[in-house]
């Protein structure tokens, strides 16, 4: 070949190698953008707008956070050392099977919890509690009770009052600590999964929520939102045949379904709900299961 040919050839290859490098640029600079845009962000961060849907997406979020977050100068990242969950945020429980995770907060409640537990072992069927701090004896007993019936606990709040725990990212893991260390001392296993009161974004928490989604996601913990509401803490008489529509009147397609549901105090009709409402959860085909950490959560934003 000439000296000319080569020439030709090279000159094509150093610009082959120009334009892979400016894609490659591209391409790193819009994914640090959208991190920085996310980890920045004022206000609500719809995850949806970012892609940050499936297991894949949202693992890579919880993983960089898990990351970019850790700072010795930050004080409460000291605090409660114990609070930290070994958790490499690989959602493996995943599947395309239609999956629906029934959830329940506010308990353990002596009128409402253990009538829904005897359903549950009726039908064979796992479920979550989102628990609150109680102290008396017989509510002390349902948080043993769930764990030995092959049911969650996540963590909700100790005392579920917005401004007390929204305060500060230090109030937050007070709060948390408190009804961690309870459970764990009444069943002998730390709870790894949590549910913000109110949803991981709400009005009281605009503020603070992202700091405190850092926190416990650099200590390992992963929060679930939902993506369905049975609507019985919408009103005070909403009847038993309200709650099950509210579940089934979706055209439930959704391989997942995170549904939310509340077992404290005056919830009698959700316990009287859950037998249609399994059997019609039943019928369409999907598996009821408990949560765990390798599920991949719903999240209303960042
Ligand atoms: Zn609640």
């Known amino acids: 070949m000439s000296v000319k040919t080569w020439k030709k050839i090279i000159s094509i290859f150093v610009i082959i190698l120009i334009l892979s490098l400016a894609i490659l640029t591209l391409f790193l600079g819009i994914g640090y953008f959208r991190y920085e845009k996310l980890l920045n962000a004022p206000t609500t961060v719809d995850l949806t707008t970012y892609g940050y849907t499936d297991s894949e997406s949202l693992s890579k979020l919880f993983k960089y956070l898990k990351e970019v977050d850790a700072d010795e100068t930050i004080s409460y990242q000291s605090k409660y050392e114990h609070l930290n969950i070994d958790n490499d945020f690989n959602f493996t429980a995943d599947t395309d099977e239609k999956v629906c995770y029934l959830t329940f907060d506010d308990g353990p409640n002596k009128d409402v919890t253990p009538e829904i537990l005897d359903i549950l072992d ?153 037998p249609d409402v399994i059997e019609g959860l039943l019928a369409q085909g999907y598996t009821l299961k408990a949560l765990d950490n390798t599920v991949s959560p719903i999240c209303f934003g960042y």
Not at 143 to 170: F, P, Q
Request: net charge neutral.
């Open 122 to 274: 009726r039908y064979n069927v796992k479920a979550t509690f989102f628990v609150i701090y109680r102290d008396n004896e017989e509510e002390k007993k349902l948080y043993k009770r769930i764990i030995n019936e092959g049911h969650t606990i996540g963590i909700h709040s100790a005392s579920h009052n917005y401004t007390k725990i929204y305060a500060s990212v230090d109030a937050y893991l007070d709060d948390f600590c408190k009804i961690s260390d309870h459970v764990e001392a009444l069943t002998g296993s730390k709870p790894e999964i949590f549910r913000f009161p109110g949803g991981s974004v709400n009005s009281y928490n605009k503020a603070i929520y992202q700091r405190i989604i850092a926190e416990m996601t650099r200590r390992g913990y992963v929060y679930y939102d939902w993506n369905y509401s049975s609507g019985d803490a919408e009103s005070a008489n909403i009847s038993p045949s309200e709650i099950t529509d509210n579940v089934l009147k979706y055209n439930l397609d959704s391989s997942k379904m995170i549904v939310l549901c509340h077992d404290g105090p005056g919830h009698q009709n959700t316990a009287k709900a859950l």
